[in-house]
């Protein structure tokens, strides 16, 4: 399955993505976590990528767009995979669109976590990340809105809105219920999980 998950930055969405890729067995190409790769290991992409970040901004398209295909050349994307982080505007969605075309492999379903401003504001907080000063938090949230929520239209019918109050487990069946797919069977002790963080 060729999946992409969008919502603003403490919606859940990397904890959520990750969670879907190792039920359905796809890799998750997570945009800012090949950043964080590139700028643990030093490379000149993450030197160039960490100055952006740092302030809360995007980095540039084209930056971001070489690092994506590159991704996507490794061989088990081939089965599926969902994109978390990416496309994060436009064009960066028009980008991906002609390059699915060519590979005759279009993204099948766009899932949409929502939630609040403030209770976003509120998660973002509590998961201390270098990054998650409250400045740099209220910007993102600020481009999310402008940038990347325009990208609901952009996907049309292929989109799931989910809510994403609740606990990990709850918005984790709903997401499966819209996607068609039976969640796994738990126990009652993991059920209440708090949503506490995200990627
Ligand atoms: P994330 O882990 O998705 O919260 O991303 C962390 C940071 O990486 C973002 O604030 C951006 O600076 C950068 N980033 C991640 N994905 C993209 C993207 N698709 N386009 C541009 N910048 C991105």
Redesign the pocket.
């Known amino acids: 399955m060729r999946l992409m998950i969008i919502g603003p930055?403490g919606a859940g969405k990397?904890t959520q993505a990750m969670r879907i890729c190792s039920e359905l067995g796809v890799p998750h190409i997570?945009?800012?976590?090949l950043?964080?790769d590139n700028i643990s290991r030093g490379s000149e992409l993450g030197k160039l990528?960490q100055t952006?970040?740092d302030a809360?901004?995007?980095?540039p398209?084209d930056v971001?767009q070489q690092m994506v295909a590159d991704r996507l050349r490794h061989g088990d994307a081939e089965a599926g995979y969902l994109f978390?982080?990416?496309?994060?505007?436009i064009g960066?969605a028009q980008w991906l669109e002609s390059l699915l075309e060519e590979l005759r492999t279009p993204i099948e379903r766009v899932v949409e976590l929502t939630a609040p401003d403030e209770v976003l504001v509120q998660r973002m907080l509590t998961r201390g990340r270098a990054?998650d000063t409250v400045e740099a938090i209220r910007l993102?949230l600020e481009i999310y809105h402008a940038e990347t929520q325009p990208l609901v239209a952009f996907y049309g019918d292929k989109v799931l809105p989910v809510d994403g109050v609740g606990t990990v487990d709850e918005v984790h069946d709903r997401v499966f219920a819209e996607l068609g797919l039976t969640p796994p069977a738990r126990d009652a002790v993991s059920s209440g999980t708090p949503v506490t963080e995200d990627?």
């Open positions: 930055q990397g997570a945009t800012g976590d950043f964080r990528a952006y970040m809360g901004k995007l980095v398209d971001t978390d982080g990416f496309p994060r505007n960066q990054d993102r990627a």
